[in-house]
């Protein structure tokens, strides 16, 4: 019954190094959302994931960022060479689909990612 | 493309009431949602409207006009808590599940 979870819950790390956040959905949740939130601003989308169908990574900001989910549960979201731009809170969120239920997305604590 | 605009501060006093409003423009629509965040926490889902017309929940009703691409949340009886940022979102209809958000409108209440 627990919530989205999200590790590391604070990640510093430095310009140039590689990342790796974390998302584990709620039990049951086919779609799963990966959105990045910098400071005092909206959510940008970056990727989701729906059961078996390609993901839409249309959101992705640049090739540096890469993510999969692995057998239709936890996702993990990484960076490459991380620059100081890339600063930001890391939010997942995951869904039910189906009959509207999908417009209901519950998101995790996310990561706060800070590239010195 | 799609874009949203809501206004970034609104202030209101305690026990008042307050409407937040949001424009969008999309190719094709679902319906617009609103979700809650306060300062260090996740956002929460509030409401959503696929219809015109006023959904109510409690102290937060959620109005939507699709013909005006215009819709707006409603709090009544403001509290303290309510203090927080409110964010509209679309998901479009050539976009899957991707959910566009808006900037977020900043909500004080006063005492």
């Known amino acids: 019954g627990a919530g989205v979870s999200q590790s590391p819950s604070n990640k510093v790390t430095e310009k140039g190094k590689d990342v790796e956040l974390r998302c584990d959905p709620i039990?049951?949740?086919?779609?799963l959302y990966w959105y990045r939130q910098s400071l005092g601003q909206g959510l940008e989308f970056l990727i989701y994931?729906?059961?078996?169908?390609?993901?839409?990574k249309s959101g992705l900001p640049s090739d540096r960022f890469s993510a999969e989910r692995t057998g239709g549960s936890v996702s993990t979201l990484t960076i490459q060479r991380t620059q100081q731009e890339d600063s930001a809170v890391y939010l997942c969120a995951s869904s039910l689909v189906g009959a509207g239920r999908q417009e209901t997305q519950y998101f995790g604590p996310g990561t706060r990612l800070l590239v010195l | 493309g799609q874009s949203l605009e809501q206004p970034s501060e609104v202030t209101a006093v305690e026990g008042a009431i307050v409407q937040i409003n949001c424009t969008y423009q999309?190719?094709?629509?679902?319906?617009l949602s609103w979700y809650q965040q306060h300062d260090g926490g996740a956002p929460t889902f509030l409401s959503y409207n696929a219809l015109d017309g006023l959904e109510e929940t409690g102290r937060f009703s959620s109005f939507l006009s699709r013909s005006d691409s215009y819709g707006y949340l409603l709090l009544q009886e403001l509290q303290m808590k309510d203090s927080a940022s409110y964010f509209c979102a679309v998901r479009d209809r050539t976009g899957g599940f991707k959910t566009i958000f808006g900037a977020g409108t900043r909500l004080f209440v006063k005492a």
């Open positions: 999309t190719s094709g629509f679902y319906g």
């Open positions: 039990s049951g949740h086919t779609a």
């Open positions: 994931f729906q059961g078996n169908s390609a993901p839409d």
